[in-house]
């Protein structure tokens, strides 16, 4: 059986290069975590940081990263009440974002965090700033 961790401990020189390094099924989720950052923040690159895929904005706000049994979520959100609130049952003890393999992933509240992350203080989609274009 594979294990959503990457098999190598070497550099990966792009996202592409990282998720070829995990399962089949722990890609197709690592891909639609990436569609989404990039769907909500069409601004924000593609990066490595710390050996896992990243977005950058002016400076990276955003990693992500499989492991044995979860996809991790960093930094911890700190700045949304409401948004903390409801990835309580997905943060750990420092408030890192853990999302397990084996349940369906809340690509909602993962594209609020990286439009939080990326925002740097408040939560904000694309369908906000749409909206506050048209006001």
Do not use: W
Not at 103 to 126: C, E, H, K, Q, S
């Amino acid at each position: 059986m594979a294990l959503g961790l990457p098999m190598t401990t070497m550099p990966f020189s792009s996202h592409d290069a990282y998720f070829a390094t995990v399962a089949v099924d722990v890609r197709r989720r690592l891909e639609a975590i990436q569609a989404t950052v990039e769907s909500l923040l069409r601004e924000a690159t593609r990066c490595i940081g710390y050996g896992m895929p990243a977005f950058r904005r002016k400076r990276i706000f955003f990693y992500f990263a499989a492991f044995r049994k979860h996809i991790g979520i960093y930094p911890p959100v700190s700045q949304d009440a409401e948004l903390i609130a409801k990835l309580a049952p997905f943060r750990g003890p420092k408030g890192n974002l853990s999302f397990l393999l084996d349940r369906p992933l809340p690509l909602d509240l993962i594209g609020r965090v990286g439009g939080g992350f990326a925002a740097g203080i408040r939560v904000t989609t694309n369908a906000d700033a749409i909206g506050e274009r048209a006001r």
